[in-house]
Structure formats: structure tokens, C-alpha cells
């Protein structure tokens, strides 16, 4: 469903030219959990924007279900981020102002979709947030907002999660909370692409590819 | 968005204060003007009469032989309603604007061992004309045999109400006494002009004819060249220079204020923009998050909008009161004397004009925001 196919990206020009992917493929079939591995600085942010259309690839295609989304302007990709791709941070970026159930609620709002209350409310529950709901993400624990997050990427039924270090900012024990809940999700049918240097979460996962300085070394 | 708020109310506030002020203005030379009363003399063409308008007194009173004939009061009067009506685009009878038209007839005369000077008037054009005159004792004057005297007239023949005077051999009744104008009628008696002609023997002539035609838009100069060039034997002056210089004057002034008032919003509007574009600069993880979960560029410029028509409206409100309450202040000091009273008609101006600026300001931030790339807002701070 999902192919990288010879992504390159760089990053300025001349003497101060970066690059950050270097001829990278991957291929993701449905029902995947792969985990992007490497150092800082390696490329896997860079790799998974590029999967979501958060950023373009200087060349290489990316084809989602059949259509490249690499080339796709501004309206095109808001409507696969309205279906196709949710997104999973490690900062959580919630919306600090509202409510874990409104953060939820949000992508359904920017789809014109006003009765979803109880889907969301729902999705929070399953994530274990059912009493959280009214809480701000300031009132929430690390491991609790992540559960707001990853709640409010399922709320649109993607075909496929991003997962940029999901559970960088948890201590072990939260960190692995959160990868059962990542478990769980892709035994519910969930394509997963997750970002991690954790090699102790990137076991679970069924695939891993392991990038250094913008190419692919290791696959398994 | 509170500084936003404050930038909007400044700028809205100087447009309403300036413009509260220069309405006041207008309608005090509006009211100075009334005070002038007529605004068109029609004398006979070779008279040495010389001019009293309205309530200023122009130097003495010398009454010449010459007469205006009695029926060009109606062709004066049929002149300047027709040029008024025309040039006010008035066609239906029941709108006409009305022109007043006072005929005068003066003749001196005694009283006892007074010498006084007598004036036959139309009373009810009189009065409309001399908007100022208050009765202080007594009745207006409604009957042939009544007379009405000025306050120091009545003061130096030693008259009250009920009195009786002889006029050139005709006896009339004291019906009112004036108050105390501070002009030539002060030392007058008034009685009808038909009193006057019988008693003088002027039968079927008049000394002078008050024209008062005062609208903004009433042509006073082409209503005195009509007269002249239509009516032989009188010579019509148009009064109005006074008041012209200063409508003018004032008009001078207002373009001023709103030149001023104008710069004011766009500096208002400079540091609206300014602080749309720290607020929207502080939200830009926020612009890509909303962005990352499926917000078009639309919909953000529209939570942008939303906000600034809130900021308007907040802005447009205060905006007023504060400008309302700014030319209360201020009115006094640029016109002497001015009663300045709050205009609801601006508030509508008001809220439109700080929803424009708000919305004007945060259009430009909002729009640059959505064009940052989502992985970089949200790399941001």
C-alpha cells in the first residue's frame, strides 16, 4: 500500500548542502508495523514527513495506495491527512487551549463532521482515557497525552499511523504502555510507520529498517 | 489579542471623536446661522436705506422716499420658492420648502414727545424670520388695532400692556412687550403693515422685504439675481457671505480633522497588523498541528477571521464610547461654547470600520502563516 521509491532530500545549496535522505525505498504492506531506526541526525524525521506530506523530497516518488503523494499540492494533501495518514508525535502537539475530547474531536471538526462525540468519546476509551476526557493537556501526564494523540490519529480511520518516537519523551515503563497500545492497534488491522532509536521498542515491531546518514544500512 | 483590541479602539476612537466633534460644529454654525435670520434684503433700487439683518444692527436706520409697490412682495416670494424647490428637487406640493418673506414699511412717528419709530410688519413671517423674539409681557400681535413695542421702547414711553398709543392719528392697543434683543427692535413699535400704510398714508407700498431662505443647498446669490433682473425698481442683496466664510471655514477644518483622523487609523492599523503578526507568529506550532490533523489553509485563515471580527467587534465598541467621550472632552476646546451630544449613528460606523481594520490586519499574517511547510511549524519553538 504504501512504496518509497529512491527518496532523496537535501537541505540548502553548494558548500552548505545537507543531505538528509540519500536514494532511500521502502516498501509497506497493509496490516505492516515497521520501525525506522538510526541516530540522531540520520534522516528517519526527515523519511517519515516525507511519507506524510508534511515535507517534499527533492527526488523520488511516494506512492500511497496507488497514488503519488510526493508531487500532491496543498488541498490534495489535506484531504489524505483527512483519511489516508494520521500523525503521532513525539511532543504529543496537542492543542494546549482544549479539552483531551475536543483534541480528539478536532479532525473531524476540520472534515465538517459535528457528531462525532461519541465515536471520540469512544476512542478515548479505548485508549483508557474514558475519565480524562474534559482534562486540558496540561492537566494530563506524558504517557496520558500521547494516549490523546495517538486517540485523536485514530478518530479519522487512517490506512496508516506515523509515529515520530512516540514514546521519546516517557520513562520505560509508560514507553512500553504506549508500544502495547501501538501493538494493539496494528492486531486491529492499523499499518504503523514508527520512528524510534530504542532498539528494545523497535523488537515489537514486525519490520526494521535502520538509517544512517540518510541511507538505508540494515533492513530485518 | 488584548493589545490587538487596544489598537483597534485607538484608531476607531479618533474617527469617532473627530467626526462627534466636527457634527457638533456644524450644527452650532448652523445655529449662528439662524441667528442671522434673513439672508436676502430686497430694498428699492435707489433707497438710501441702510441695512439691518436679522438681529445685527448695521449702523442707523435713514428711510428714504422710495417704496417697494406692495405686489412685488408676491413676486419675490414666488422667485425664491420656486428657485428653492427647484434646486432642493422637490416637485410635490405638499414637500415644498417653505420660503419666509417679511415686507416692512418704516415711518417715524411721536408718542407724546417721543420720537419713535414705527414698523408695520407681517407678523407670523416676522416671527419665523426672527426666530429669537420672546414676548415678555402679553400677547403676540394678531389684531389691526395692536402694536407690539420693544423692551426700551416700552421702557422710555412708559407703556405696559393694555395701554393705549396714538399713532399719526391712530389709535392702537398695547397687546406684548418685547424682551430685550440687544438690536434696533429694541427701540421699535410694531404694528400690522396694514396699520402702518393707513396710518402713514403708504398705501399699497413697502419699505424693504426680509428674504429668509436657509437650507445648505438654497441658491441665495441666483435668488438675488432673479430678483434683479426680474423685478424692476428693487435691489436685492444676498446676506449670506458671513455665513458662507464661515461653512466654508468649517468645512476647511473638517477635511483637517479627517486627514488626521484618517492617519491615526492607519497608524492603528499598522499597530493592529503588528500585533496580529506576534499572535499569529505564537501560534504557528498551533497553525501546524491543526494543519497536520486536516485543516485546510481556509479553514485557518477563517479561525483567524473569526478571531479578528471578535477583536473588531470588542474594538468597535469601545472604540465609540471611548471616541464619544473624546469629544466630549475635546469639543469644548476646539469650539467655544459647542454642545457636543453622542451620535448613535456612528456606532454602526464604528463596529464596521474596527471589524475591517482587525480583519484587514490579521488577513495578511493568517494568509503567510498557512504557507509554511507543516514540519516546519511545527518544529517551531
Given at each position: ?220 | ?22 457634527l457638533a460644529g456644524e450644527s452650532r454654525i448652523y445655529a449662528q446661522l439662524e441667528d442671522y435670520g434673513a439672508n436676502l434684503v430686497v430694498i428699492p433700487?435707489?433707497s438710501q436705506v441702510d441695512l439691518e439683518l436679522g438681529g445685527l444692527g448695521l449702523g442707523a436706520l435713514i428711510v428714504g422716499?422710495?417704496y417697494i409697490?406692495?405686489?412685488k412682495v408676491?413676486?419675490v416670494r414666488?422667485?425664491a420658492d420656486?428657485?428653492v ?12 420648502y417653505t420660503v419666509s418673506v417679511a415686507p416692512k414699511l418704516y415711518a417715524n412717528s411721536?408718542v407724546?414727545?417721543v420720537s419713535v419709530m414705527v414698523v408695520g410688519i407681517d407678523p407670523e413671517e416676522e416671527m419665523k424670520i426672527k426666530t429669537w423674539w420672546r414676548i415678555q409681557e402679553g400677547e403676540p400681535l394678531e389684531?389691526?388695532?395692536q402694536a407690539l413695542i420693544g423692551a426700551r421702547a416700552s421702557e422710555l414711553l412708559?407703556l405696559s400692556v ?5 399713532l ?6 398695547v397687546a406684548g412687550i418685547l424682551e430685550e434683543t440687544g438690536s434696533n427692535d429694541d427701540y421699535q413699535v410694531f404694528v400690522q403693515i396694514?396699520t402702518a ?9 413697502v419699505s424693504s422685504i426680509d428674504v429668509r431662505a436657509l437650507c445648505a443647498a438654497c441658491p441665495v446669490e441666483e435668488i438675488a439675481?432673479?430678483i ?6 428693487v435691489r436685492a442683496v444676498a446676506v449670506r457671505q458671513i455665513a458662507m466664510t464661515e461653512m466654508g471655514m468649517m468645512e476647511?477644518v ?78 469644548p476646546?476646539i469650539f467655544e461654547g459647542v454642545a457636543v451630544s ?40
Amino acid at each position: 500500500m504504501l512504496e518509497v521509491k529512491s527518496v532523496t532530500k537535501t537541505y540548502g545549496e553548494g558548500t552548505t548542502k545537507v543531505v538528509a535522505l540519500d536514494n532511500v525505498s521502502l516498501q509497506a504492506a497493509k496490516g505492516d508495523f515497521i520501525a525506522i531506526m538510526g541516530p540522531s541526525g540520520s534522516g528517519k524525521s526527515t523519511l517519515l514527513n516525507i511519507i506524510g506530506g508534511l515535507d517534499y523530497p527533492t527526488e523520488g516518488e511516494v506512492v500511497l495506495d496507488g497514488t503519488r503523494i510526493d508531487n500532491l499540492d496543498e488541498n490534495a494533501l489535506v484531504e489524505i491527512r483527512r483519511g489516508g495518514i494520521a500523525y503521532v508525535f513525539q511532543q504529543y502537539h496537542l492543542l494546549s487551549s482544549l479539552t483531551a475530547l475536543e483534541n480528539v474531536l478536532l479532525p473531524l471538526i476540520f472534515r465538517g463532521v459535528n457528531t462525532g462525540e461519541a465515536k471520540a468519546l469512544d476512542i478515548l476509551r479505548r485508549v483508557g482515557l474514558g475519565r480524562r476526557a474534559e482534562h486540558k493537556p496540561g492537566q494530563l501526564s506524558g504517557g496520558e497525552q500521547q494516549r490523546v494523540a495517538i486517540a485523536r490519529a485514530l478518530v479519522n480511520d487512517p490506512s496508516l499511523i506515523l509515529a515520530d518516537e512516540p514514546t521519546g519523551n516517557m520513562d520505560q515503563k509508560t514507553g512500553m504502555e504506549i508500544l502495547e497500545l501501538f501493538r494493539q492497534l496494528n492486531r486491529d488491522g492499523h499499518s504503523i510507520i514508527m520512528v524510534t532509536h530504542n532498539a528494545e521498542i523497535a523488537k515489537h515491531a514486525g519490520q526494521t529498517i535502520v538509517l544512517q546518514d540518510g541511507q538505508i544500512v540494515h533492513t530485518s | 489579542m488584548s493589545y490587538a483590541v487596544l489598537g483597534v479602539v485607538i484608531g476607531t476612537m479618533t474617527v469617532i471623536g473627530i467626526l462627534t466633534v466636527a457634527l457638533a460644529g456644524e450644527s452650532r454654525i448652523y445655529a449662528q446661522l439662524e441667528d442671522y435670520g434673513a439672508n436676502l434684503v430686497v430694498i428699492p433700487a435707489i433707497s438710501q436705506v441702510d441695512l439691518e439683518l436679522g438681529g445685527l444692527g448695521l449702523g442707523a436706520l435713514i428711510v428714504g422716499e422710495n417704496y417697494i409697490p406692495e405686489d412685488k412682495v408676491s413676486q419675490v416670494r414666488q422667485i425664491a420658492d420656486d428657485m428653492v424647490n427647484q434646486v432642493l428637487g422637490i416637485e410635490d406640493e405638499r414637500y415644498r420648502y417653505t420660503v419666509s418673506v417679511a415686507p416692512k414699511l418704516y415711518a417715524n412717528s411721536r408718542v407724546g414727545e417721543v420720537s419713535v419709530m414705527v414698523v408695520g410688519i407681517d407678523p407670523e413671517e416676522e416671527m419665523k424670520i426672527k426666530t429669537w423674539w420672546r414676548i415678555q409681557e402679553g400677547e403676540p400681535l394678531e389684531q389691526a388695532d395692536q402694536a407690539l413695542i420693544g423692551a426700551r421702547a416700552s421702557e422710555l414711553l412708559e407703556l405696559s400692556v393694555d395701554d393705549k398709543i396714538v399713532l399719526n392719528g391712530v389709535s392702537v392697543t398695547v397687546a406684548g412687550i418685547l424682551e430685550e434683543t440687544g438690536s434696533n427692535d429694541d427701540y421699535q413699535v410694531f404694528v400690522q403693515i396694514e396699520t402702518a400704510q393707513e396710518a402713514f398714508d403708504k398705501e399699497g407700498v413697502v419699505s424693504s422685504i426680509d428674504v429668509r431662505a436657509l437650507c445648505a443647498a438654497c441658491p441665495v446669490e441666483e435668488i438675488a439675481d432673479e430678483i434683479n433682473m426680474m423685478i424692476p425698481g428693487v435691489r436685492a442683496v444676498a446676506v449670506r457671505q458671513i455665513a458662507m466664510t464661515e461653512m466654508g471655514m468649517m468645512e476647511r477644518v473638517n477635511r483637517f480633522m479627517l486627514a488626521l483622523a484618517g492617519i491615526t487609523l492607519a497608524v492603528g492599523l499598522f499597530g493592529v497588523v503588528n500585533t496580529m503578526m506576534t499572535s499569529v507568529h505564537e501560534r504557528i506550532r498551533d497553525i501546524g498541528i491543526m494543519r497536520a490533523v486536516g485543516a485546510s489553509r481556509n479553514q485557518i485563515v477563517k479561525v483567524f477571521i473569526y478571531e479578528a471580527i471578535i477583536v473588531g467587534i470588542l474594538g468597535g465598541i469601545f472604540g465609540y464610547v471611548a471616541g464619544t467621550l473624546l469629544a466630549y472632552a475635546v469639543g469644548p476646546l476646539i469650539f467655544e461654547g459647542v454642545a457636543v451630544s453622542y451620535v448613535p449613528q456612528y456606532f454602526p460606523l464604528s463596529l464596521i470600520l474596527a471589524v475591517l481594520v482587525a480583519a484587514i490586519a490579521t488577513l495578511y499574517p493568517a494568509f503567510r502563516a498557512t504557507r509554511i511547510r507543516v514540519a516546519d511549524s511545527l518544529r517551531s519553538l
